[in-house]
């Protein structure tokens, strides 16, 4: 059968669990913290589930009549639930409510009423779907060891062009609401944010993080509201206090930028998924307003129009695959949806079989789809979009202690950063006397905090001074070794409005030097080897740190900063799978990756601007 | 007396028909909202708003109600509840919770007891290390610098001081598995076999060199039930829920059939 939340508790603490496919999944190393954040649309039809001694219960399993017509289920997922063959034997043999002599049965056949049977099938039930998530999560939060969230996704979208707005939802604490506010209760994200404002006045704190902006259409971080409105200081404020953190990076695509809207970054083109969520036929997503760097060129665009910025939030990673378990390692992944796309085959990083391109021909019939195959130099693959998904992403908090509430605190105070998967360390502060802060010190963070502030802070200004920053990045033991650190900069040109962005590398591997003018370091020389995987590894760092002064620093301009680090190249997901298929890769794909992770901002705000501050 | 029995039964077989086919009646176009219904409706639009619905409001959760029994009703008239993945699953699932609650919930000392010593090992306390290190980055020429160090230290009891590290210099009780997870299984290699209180280096790790002052080893331990009691019994209780599943699924099958195309290419 399909996984439970448990099993995706007992995945993330480093067992192995069961994929749909019947492979083992297992993390290289075991998380430190875990939400299981299930759709809640789904957990819905389970109304009122406290109230089980009422004769409500009986009508609980009756929403999904209402949903499993709408666009949002009409997506790849749910038809991979449908070519699910082989689980359907299994659960078709269990619904069988009486045996033959039941008089309850006899009764229905009777009537010709299906309810009589049906009906006398709703017992005295306890337990629930969104009961079971938060009973999931208490069961496995062990304050100290394993820090666990109860959550849910707000699974909205906008009512036209499907522009995908979901979020996910955690609770810090044991006491969840009654049930998940969700897309049947509004649609709007405001709502939501009104529902977790009253549920905080009752004392349950929660916050909601948007996830894949990228195929919202340009809808996430709309300059406007969810009914057309312009945006507001108060609409900034309440999107403020209940989203401190947004989602970066996960199995579909990365948010950070897109090559149209940074075309002079030389990463942007980087597990970018092009489509709008769950868009059948799959659609094209406009990037405008989709991503994260956008988002915060628009919430400094907004805030000196003198409308607040919405969009001054932290960055995390997560996973948001089906299977229960995240991969998070390009040679050990198998996608998201499950049966579809756990096989290289499905996922279109290996050419297709004869017989498989038949099986599609069916489903194609069967669901009166379009046929979903692409040639490729003269070789035949699925064409399903799951070849633009990644092995993403993971979210790192700097919390004094792993409990539900300091690292639930740390997400408040954005003192977080995103990776693609790497278990790589970073830490990143701001200040005037940074200089004076010995790199090499074993007492090096500690001064930092006194002296500084770190990441998803914001920096005033003092007398005009030059502001330094402190980047100090550490590998993942497993990993590849580092290649370089990077701030990225943007701010609003104060006198037409334009938004800027600048990217400067600061710190270089293997002694390299950053060259001024290009503010590029140069190659390492890092390589990857398509045939076998292997890398080069007599190059790239262990560590890198740095103090870097803003060369272009005007004291008078509001700006964003923050830091990517990125690691030497490796091979992608589908170059792993082509070479373990024994095929060469498919050429269109990208052969290799580099991982990165990315801070939450430091937001440098001048004194003399009107001051917006926004308490958080 | 025979010909009485039958007329007896006749009798019954008859109003039993009847109450069937006037329940019948009600049972497919009435709407009947019990009371209970009303209230948990009332308090559940209260639990989301926050405060109770006025008149109106009642108006329309009762309306909504309706209309969604309405729908749910023709729909099941249509069958439209057959061959759907969602309430296939939803029903599995009941039945699973069902089955998981025949499950006594305060099972015996004595099943307990027993139920731990099988699975002792699940309740082993791993042995934990204590422990200081100065870290040499691998940027800088960390082999050199932390021979150099630890002679410097040896020879002239130099204060040792190196560079900083990610997570810190002190560790209190890890365990193995953190040790790894921190600085990967080289340096857990070194610190298993080392002295106590006695600094000790280079050691490698894929950080860079570390010296390292064992403080403490912990030995490892079966707890006593008494300190595990409310994970064994909750450790009981799941298996035995996990049990009674695949007793009740494996009862059953054997009356079920699978057939399969013999023909269909997987």
């Known amino acids: 059968m399909t996984a439970t939340p448990y099993d995706a508790y007992k995945y993330a603490t480093g067992e192995a669990i069961k994929h749909p496919l019947g492979f083992d999944m297992k993390l290289r190393e075991p998380l430190d913290f875990y939400a299981v954040t299930d759709h809640g649309f789904y957990m819905g039809m389970i109304e009122n589930y406290a109230d089980t001694s009422s004769e409500m219960s009986k009508k609980e399993w009756t929403k999904p009549m209402h949903n499993i017509n709408r666009p949002e289920n009409v997506n790849v997922e749910s038809l991979g639930e449908r070519a699910d063959l082989f689980s359907s034997v299994l659960s078709q043999a269990i619904v069988q409510p009486y045996p033959y002599w039941h008089p309850k049965l006899w009764k229905a056949w009777f009537t010709n009423n299906i309810q009589v049977a049906l009906k006398s099938f709703d017992y005295d039930v306890h337990k629930s779907a969104w009961a079971d998530v938060a009973n999931a999560a208490e069961e496995f939060n062990d304050p100290g060891n394993f820090t666990t969230f109860i959550g849910y996704e707000f699974t909205t979208s906008t009512e036209v062009e499907g522009g995908n707005l979901h979020r996910n939802v955690i609770f810090n604490s044991s006491n969840a609401p009654i049930r998940p506010w969700t897309r049947i209760d509004s649609l709007n994200p405001e709502d939501l944010w009104t529902w977790m404002d009253s549920l905080r006045d009752k004392g349950v704190d929660s916050l909601a993080m948007p996830h894949n902006s990228n195929g919202s259409n340009g809808q996430m971080f709309e300059v406007e509201t969810f009914r057309g409105n312009p945006i507001s200081i108060e609409y900034a404020e309440k999107r403020m206090r209940n989203e401190p953190v947004v989602e970066m990076t996960q199995v579909k695509g990365t948010s950070d930028t897109h090559p149209l809207l940074s075309p002079d970054d030389e990463w942007a083109d980087f597990e970018i998924m092009d489509k709008r969520v769950g868009s059948r036929p799959p659609t094209y997503s406009m990037p405008q307003g989709g991503y994260v760097r956008d988002a915060y060129l628009r919430g400094l665009t907004l805030d000196w129009e003198g409308r607040g910025n919405p969009y001054k939030f932290g960055l995390i990673g997560s996973s948001d695959t089906h299977t229960g378990a995240g991969g998070f390692d390009e040679d050990n992944y198998w996608s998201k949806a499950g049966v579809l796309d756990g096989t290289d085959m499905g996922r279109g990083s290996v050419p297709l079989t004869q017989d498989r391109i038949d099986m599609l021909n069916q489903y194609a019939d069967l669901y009166n789809q379009p046929i979903s195959i692409q040639e490729i130099d003269g070789r035949t693959y699925a064409d399903v979009g799951f070849d633009q998904w990644s092995a993403s992403g993971l979210a790192v908090a700097w919390a004094e202690e792993n409990t539900r509430d300091s690292i639930f605190q740390a997400f408040k105070r954005k003192e977080t950063f995103a990776t693609t998967g790497t278990r790589m360390a970073l830490r990143f502060f701001a200040g005037f006397d940074m200089e004076s802060i010995d790199l090499d010190s074993e007492d090096m963070v500690k001064n930092a905090y006194a002296k500084g502030v770190t990441m998803g802070a914001d920096l005033f200004s003092q007398d005009n001074q030059t502001p330094q920053f402190l980047v100090w990045a550490q590998r993942d033991k497993l990993g590849a070794p580092l290649q370089r650190v990077q701030i990225i900069k943007g701010w609003v040109e104060s006198a037409s409005g334009t938004p800027k962005e600048q990217i400067y590398d600061v710190a270089c591997s293997d002694g390299l030097l950053v060259d001024p003018v290009t503010n590029r370091c140069p190659d390492n020389g890092a390589r990857v080897n398509i045939s076998d995987c292997s890398i080069s590894n007599d190059v790239g760092a262990g560590e890198l740190k740095t103090i870097w002064t803003d060369p272009d620093f005007d004291p008078t301009i509001k700006a964003f900063y923050y830091v990517r680090v990125l690691e030497n190249p490796t091979c992608r997901w589908s170059t792993w799978d082509s070479i373990k298929a024994g095929v060469t890769p498919r050429p269109d794909l990208h052969q290799t990756i580099q991982e990165r992770a990315w801070s939450s901002p430091i937001w440098y705000i001048p004194e003399s601007g009107e001051l917006n501050i926004i308490p958080l | ?266």
């Open chain 2, 1 to 266: 007396m025979n010909l009485r029995i039958l007329v007896f039964f006749v009798i019954g077989l008859l109003i039993f028909l009847l109450d069937i086919g006037f329940n019948a009646e009600q049972d497919s176009k009435d709407i009947y909202i019990s009371d209970q219904e009303l209230t948990s409706l009332l308090s559940a639009w209260q639990s989301q708003v926050g405060r109770p619905p006025s008149d109106e409001e009642i108006v329309n959760i009762i309306n909504n109600f309706v209309q969604e029994e309405i729908l749910y009703r023709e729909a099941l008239l249509l069958d439209l509840d057959q061959e759907d993945r969602i309430i296939k699953r939803r029903l599995a699932q009941k039945i699973t919770f069902l089955k998981q609650e025949t499950i006594p919930n305060d099972p015996s000392q004595e099943e307990i007891k027993k139920f731990f010593e099988k699975n002792k090992n699940n309740y082993f306390i791993p042995p934990t290390y204590s422990f200081s290190h100065h870290y040499f980055s691998k940027e800088s020429n960390a082999k050199e610098r932390a021979a150099e160090a630890f002679d410097e230290y040896q020879t002239n009891g130099a204060e040792l001081t190196g560079d900083p590290f990610f997570l810190g210099k002190n560790f209190y009780q890890n365990s193995e598995d953190e040790i790894k997870k921190n600085f990967g299984a080289l340096f857990f290699l070194a610190i298993k076999n080392l002295a106590i209180n006695e600094w000790s280096g280079p050691h490698e790790s894929v950080f860079g060199e570390h010296i390292i002052l064992l403080k403490e080893i912990t030995t490892g331990f079966y707890p006593p039930l008494e300190k595990v009691l409310l994970r064994v019994q909750q450790d009981y209780l799941s298996e035995a829920q996990e049990k009674a599943i695949a007793e009740y699924i494996n009862e059953i099958r054997s009356q079920y059939r699978v057939i399969i195309n013999p023909d269909y290419k997987f």
